[in-house]
């Protein structure tokens, strides 16, 4: 079994729970990732999986979000 890493996204544009479940799947489209959780309030998603980061930011900007890795 693999070691699963969590990846803090900090998401710019999310204003709705639509806007949250827009994320939420599009990240769990992405090949390596195994559970997403979105906090509309704190406007970040955290991953669990082994994806590649530049995959996850490219999936949520494709759904009109900016993304970049927390920290």
């Known amino acids: 079994m693999t070691n699963t890493m969590i990846t803090?996204?900090?998401v710019e544009g999310m204003t709705c729970g639509h806007c949250v479940k827009a994320v939420e799947q599009a990240l769990r489209n992405v090949t390596?990732?195994?559970?997403?959780?979105?906090?509309l309030t704190e406007g970040?998603?955290?991953v669990h999986g082994d994806a590649d980061a530049g995959?996850?930011?490219t999936a949520v900007a494709e759904e009109g979000y900016a993304a970049r890795v927390a920290g």
């Open 8 to 10: 803090e996204l900090k």
């Open 32 to 39: 390596g990732v195994h559970e997403v959780q979105v906090d």
């Open 44 to 46: 970040k998603a955290t």
């Open 55 to 57: 995959a996850m930011i």
